[in-house]
């Protein structure tokens, strides 16, 4: 990854952070005592185009379709500005298909992450929490899509305490770390 994409995308999430919160600025055009107004957007890159964010979109389902059932296959998603892909991965780079991906789409540029675990080994947890931990109310596991661990979510309504002490142990039980929250899915009758 290249630093000027690093600052590109760091640059693209400081925005999308900012915005939601309501943060206003005062503009030059304000007078003086006057309540400030809502910033202006101003792009410091182009913004993207149709195709641009149609190819990264086409790109990540290639990619994925590519990818799908690799064991160190994590997830891939397109970046903030739509316009290129990040890339979920666990060990050296699939070269091939990064290859052929930029030579069908060259304008999308794709940055990888390495993964802190197997995906596949995640995955195995997951299956494996979900048969082990159902009369614990656990009914639902998921794999995070960075591969950094797992998310579970239980039935009823443990406390934040229960909650806590059911991370603890299954963080300890599985060797990666495991969210614990509540809200599973209710299973159909």
Known sequence: MTTHMTR???AAVLISALLPAGCLARTPESPAGAAPTPP???LTSPEPTP???TDATLAAS?????LHGRPEFSSVATDPAGTGLVLYWYGPEPASELSALAATYPEVVVEVHGTDYLPRDLQD????LLITEEASGVGAVSVRPD????DAFVHGGLSN?????????LSESTGVPVTVESGAPVPAM
Do not use: Y
């Open 62 to 66: 290639d990619l994925s379709w590519h």
């Open 40 to 42: 202006s957007l101003v």
């Open 147 to 150: 591969g950094s661990g797992l």
């Open 51 to 53: 195709s641009s964010t």
């Open 161 to 169: 305490q229960s909650l806590a002490a059911m991370e603890v142990r």
């Open 125 to 128: 947890l997951a299956s494996d």
């Open 8 to 10: 590109r995308l760091g």
